[in-house]
């Protein structure tokens, strides 16, 4: 049986590929129905687990980081 704990650890993972295959934290939110905000903080959240950036933000555009891109290899 899972725990909210695992639950929230793999959700972060959801939203972050949801986010990479969307190309965007706001279409993410929609595919996920939250906010944007909420996907910038779950996004911020497993960025902090993981010690590392997963994307460049600008207030137009993001892109992934080199880690991040590494990351994708293992998730999608």
């Known amino acids: 049986m899972a725990t909210s704990g695992a639950h929230d650890r793999l959700g972060g993972i959801e939203v ?3 986010a990479v295959e969307a190309g965007s934290f706001a279409l993410a939110a929609q595919r996920l129905h939250v906010t944007r905000s909420a996907v910038a903080k ?5 960025e902090a ?3 590392t950036r997963l994307f460049l933000r600008t207030t137009r555009s993001q892109s992934l980081t080199q880690e991040a891109v590494s990351y994708t290899h293992l998730t999608l």
Do not use: D, E, G, K
């Not at 779950?42 to 497993?46: C, G, K």
């Open 16 to 18: 972050f590929v949801q």
């Open 42 to 46: 779950s996004i911020a959240r497993l």
């Open 49 to 51: 687990r993981l010690h």
